[in-house]
């Protein structure tokens, strides 16, 4: 694997892990420099989250539009910069105000998925790209499983300990990419950078004029919401169904993340082969589907464990997904569509937690008309399986399989 593929996949785990790596220490420290109780700390570690969803929602486009106008090597080396300044900022910040800030920037520095992304684009040739995409896949299954475990770790040396970790780690990728990262956009290929275009909505609508890509964009947005079921839910869910401990949670989560890593930076190769980029899509939903369905009734939490590689299985479709509409894009907006790609992933993360939480509490409240724990799952299957016909309802011609 070359240096600069390296390269990008550690930048991508570090963007997943901008989030789980401060979970276990955030009711401490929100409580240490903004005092009040656990619930009150569980209130602003929600505002928290989600302002970096929104600010990773805003500013995908952004760095994307950036990229394909002044190259990907400057966007993404001064982002980890950016990145590492901003953990040290809240490694020693004294007041929620400052946390606040430290969120709002990391938010923005980790929307470089979408950068990374466009690089990958650029430097692989159209038949491998699908695979290609499946590599920063696994990078974020990797930091999905290392966020949480790495900040959990290091807690026992207090609760400033997982920022100055994360800054060293941002701070090397960046010294790493500085002597292995090559430009890879061509001065001709340029465009300029026009902010209509780099707000998420106008890059989303842009790009769902090209043909054939509206409904793959749409498909691309229902999967994220569905997906995102577990992280939303998952420890509620096992602690109401299962009884599991918020150990056993966290083990389950890692075992997922593990799982997801190994289908995208693997098995999704097998995939194609065997059924090609449309085919791939279609079966990664009926997984899904059937996943969601068996979860929501299960009883068992060992039968729910054993159905983890399953579940994982739906990770095919993303990079299935970006290697249709990355043909059908021009060279000079590969950056614009990884964006806006970007920017649906951090709205659907923005969306489902609340959508699944809501089902979760409506059918495990005191007054629900049937108890249902399994509820968000359901609702899970149903949008997926509403995205899989929007997917078969497009022509297969248009998908270039």
């Known amino acids: 694997m070359r240096p600069a593929v390296v390269f990008i996949i550690i930048t991508i785990m570090i963007d997943a892990m901008g989030i789980g790596l401060i979970i276990p220490v955030m009711p401490d420290l ?43 090597r400057p966007v993404l080396l001064l982002a980890l910069v950016v990145m590492a300044a901003d953990y040290v900022l809240m490694s020693i910040a004294g007041s929620i105000w400052l946390l606040m800030v430290g969120r709002v920037i990391g938010g923005i520095t980790a929307a470089t ?18 695979a290609n995409f499946g590599l920063i896949g696994a990078g974020f299954g990797v930091g999905f499983v290392l966020g949480p475990l790495m900040g959990g770790v290091l807690s026992e040396y207090g609760t400033r300990a997982p920022f100055w970790a994360a800054a060293a780690l941002a701070m090397g990728n960046a010294t790493l990419g500085w002597f292995v990262l090559k430009e890879t956009v061509r001065k001709e290929n340029r465009r300029r950078f026009e902010l209509r275009r780099a707000n998420p909505l106008g890059a989303i609508r842009a790009l769902g004029q090209l043909p054939g890509i509206r409904r793959l964009l ?35 989560l890692g075992l997922f993340g ?29 997984f899904s589907i059937l996943a969601f369905g068996v979860i ?11 159905l983890t590689p399953l579940a994982a299985l739906a990770g095919v479709i ?8 990355s043909r059908q894009v021009a060279a000079n907006a590969q950056g614009e569509l990884q964006g806006a790609l970007s920017s649906s992933t951090a709205l659907a993360m923005i969306i489902s937690p609340m959508a699944m939480t809501s089902a979760f509490a409506y059918f495990t409240g005191s007054g629900a008309p049937i108890y249902l724990p399994g509820a968000p799952f359901l609702l899970a299957m149903s949008l997926a399986i509403v995205s899989l016909f929007i997917f078969l309802s497009r022509p297969a011609s248009q998908n270039m399989a």
């Open 318 to 325: 993303p990079p299935a997904l970006q290697g249709i509409m």
């Open 113 to 130: 998925h979408a950068t990374a992304s466009a690089y990958i684009a650029d430097i692989s040739k159209p038949e491998d790209r699908v």
């Open 258 to 286: 593990v799982m997801m890593a190994l289908v995208q930076a693997g098995l999704i190769r097998v995939v194609l082969h065997q059924f090609g980029e449309r085919g791939t899509v279609f079966a990664g939903h009926l």
């Open 218 to 252: 749409v498909v691309y947005f229902i999967y994220h919401v569905a997906f995102a079921v577990y992280p939303s839910v998952w420890a509620y869910f096992g602690q109401e169904r299962y009884g599991w401990s918020p150990a056993v949670i966290g083990y389950s």
């Open 30 to 72: 929100i409580r240490e420099v903004n005092g009040g109780d656990l619930s009150h700390a569980a209130l602003w570690g929600g505002i928290m989250a989600t302002t970096f969803a929104v600010m990773q929602f805003l500013f995908g486009p952004v760095m994307g539009g950036l990229s394909d106008r002044y190259g990907r």
């Open 296 to 306: 929501a009734i299960v009883t068992s939490g060992t039968v729910a464990l054993i």
